[in-house]
């Protein structure tokens, strides 16, 4: 076989791994689970990492994670129908009917934290403890949708008619009497489904619409006014998918003329950052039942969303603009439904369902014990012609770990279930790690697999590759 012209073919296995699946189903393509990408912007370098682990931080509660936020330094985590602060348990038993619950605080001279789940809702200070806000009681809705804004001293909420309901006084989330403290989002007639709050805005995210509004100051009725030609022409399909990062708000948006997208509001600009790959998942799945997260670390922003009923956890790296998917360590959905911050201890993450909460780093090398299965499948590679390739040595370049070992496998029939190579292991503790006699191939794919408890940081595939003539 002549030997290649090897200024014709890359150096370099390409490694900007994302999901690529030609349809609803994530069995063919290119997908990174349990990864994320890192691009160089100046050399344009790639680097793939293996995600961080977990690390369990406090006692093991009873009941279902419904909520974790930090409020004046302290952690507050809603267990089953308890909330604890700082791991110990207050008084009081909440509503769990309504899952997840969302956040909010005020000010003034005693601060408050409101916190609700579409069902229930209530408020929370040191002194008064945690008390129930009257659903149905003058201005406060019978049933709210989940989210709260707090701006220039008044809490809002919304209910599923889009009527946005405002606190009789400044800092007084406990006073609902003014019932004239209303607007409606009205520019299009979809019901509520989130309320939140971007800059100096408070916007109501509806079935098919999002308005946005600002404090117009107003004598009389709500201070709120509509902010004219700020309009979004995309709803929310579940409000348990929203999520704020650093003021940037995300979510999985639809209207009536499109099928599922993730958007992103920065500014009041609108975004869609979902791939078609990504839009070919949503668009079969059950929107009905979903769990979404924030993370930011390492210069990362992670924005995370599950789908429950298909298992399926798609993770959006905000800095990177690229998708990954993120499980378990039984390769289930990644079961995390409500992240905080503590800057003593770093990323706070909730679990689903067995009542801890969660450090999140690269220091843990497995998720609180479980080994974290990390899987890259590349796209298929044909070096730019259908001409035969006979691979001599497939090189693997990255960080010298001592108990570092990949699993590796190929595919040269487009990703056929049956079609997979045997496994063989490459030491990455190794100076040059190696796997030399990699046969011929017309185009491939491969499956790198680390399930190691130690980091990975993966910076490219090096092929001595020969060109035949046919």
């Known amino acids: 076989m002549p030997q290649a012209e090897t200024v014709t073919i890359p150096k370099r296995f390409p490694l900007a791994l994302q999901p690529e699946n030609r349809s609803a189903e994530t069995t063919k393509d290119a997908k990174l689970i349990n990864a994320y990408i890192e691009i160089d912007e100046a050399t344009k370098e790639v680097q793939l990492y293996k995600r961080p682990g977990l690390l369990q931080t406090g006692e093991t509660k009873t009941g279902a994670g419904l909520g974790v936020f930090n409020w004046l330094g302290d952690i507050y985590s809603i267990f089953g129908a308890t909330m604890y602060k700082n791991g110990v348990a207050l008084s009081g038993t909440l509503d769990t009917t309504g899952g997840v619950y969302r956040f909010s605080q005020a000010r003034g001279a005693t601060p408050k934290m409101q916190f609700g789940n579409g069902v229930a809702s209530y408020n929370y200070d040191d002194g008064a403890g945690i008390v129930q806000i009257p659903a149905g009681v003058d201005n406060f809705p019978t049933t709210c949708v989940k989210g709260w804004a707090y701006l220039d001293g008044t809490t809002y909420v919304m209910d599923s008619n889009a009527s946005i309901r405002g606190c009789a006084a400044l800092n007084s989330p406990t006073d609902w009497s003014d019932i004239t403290n209303r607007i409606t989002a009205q520019i299009e007639a979809d019901g509520g489904v989130f309320l939140a709050q971007q800059l100096v805005y408070v916007v109501a995210?509806?079935?098919?619409?999002?308005?946005?509004?600002?404090?117009?100051?107003?004598?009389?009725?709500?201070?709120?006014?509509?902010?004219?030609?700020?309009?979004?022409?995309?709803?929310?399909?579940?409000?348990?998918?929203?999520?704020?990062?650093?003021?940037?708000?995300?979510?999985?948006?639809?209207?009536?003329?499109?099928?599922?997208?993730?958007?992103?509001?920065?500014?009041?600009?609108?975004?869609?950052?979902?791939?078609?790959?990504?839009?070919?998942?949503?668009?079969?799945?059950?929107?009905?039942?979903?769990?979404?997260?924030?993370?930011?670390?390492?210069?990362?922003?992670?924005?995370?969303?599950?789908?429950?009923?298909?298992?399926?956890?798609?993770?959006?790296?905000?800095?990177?603009?690229?998708?990954?998917?993120?499980?378990?360590?039984?390769?289930?959905?990644?079961?995390?439904?409500?992240?905080?911050?503590?800057?003593?201890?770093?990323?706070?993450?909730?679990?689903?369902?067995?009542?801890?909460?969660?450090?999140?780093?690269?220091?843990?090398?497995?998720?609180?014990?479980?080994?974290?299965?990390?899987?890259?499948?590349?796209?298929?590679?044909?070096?730019?012609?259908?001409?035969?390739?006979?691979?001599?040595?497939?090189?693997?370049?990255?960080?010298?770990?001592?108990?570092?070992?990949?699993?590796?496998?190929?595919?040269?029939s487009d990703y056929a279930e049956n079609a997979w190579s045997n496994f063989r292991q490459v030491d990455m503790n190794l100076e040059r790690p190696m796997l030399e006699n990699n046969g011929s191939f017309i185009k491939r794919a491969y499956h790198i697999r680390h399930r190691r408890n130690t980091p990975l940081r993966l910076q490219g595939l090096e092929m001595q590759v020969d060109l035949g003539t046919l």
């Open 205 to 412: 995210l509806g079935q098919w619409s999002t308005e946005v509004f600002y404090d117009a100051l107003n004598a009389t009725a709500s201070p709120l006014g509509p902010v004219q030609g700020a309009k979004i022409n995309y709803g929310c399909a579940n409000g348990d998918s929203l999520q704020d990062i650093d003021g940037a708000l995300f979510w999985v948006a639809t209207n009536r003329s499109a099928a599922a997208q993730v958007m992103m509001v920065d500014q009041l600009k609108a975004q869609i950052v979902s791939t078609k790959a990504i839009e070919r998942i949503l668009g079969a799945a059950d929107l009905t039942m979903m769990h979404s997260f924030s993370i930011k670390y390492g210069g990362h922003r992670f924005y995370g969303v599950t789908l429950i009923t298909d298992n399926l956890t798609l993770v959006y790296d905000v800095a990177q603009r690229m998708w990954a998917q993120w499980t378990d360590a039984n390769g289930n959905y990644f079961p995390v439904v409500s992240s905080s911050y503590l800057a003593t201890t770093g990323n706070i993450l909730q679990h689903a369902t067995n009542g801890k909460l969660y450090l999140f780093d690269a220091a843990y090398g497995s998720d609180d014990g479980d080994v974290i299965l990390m899987d890259a499948y590349t796209p298929n590679f044909d070096g730019g012609t259908r001409r035969k390739k006979n691979l001599n040595i497939l090189t693997f370049v990255g960080d010298q770990t001592p108990g570092s070992v990949l699993d590796v496998r190929y595919n040269d």
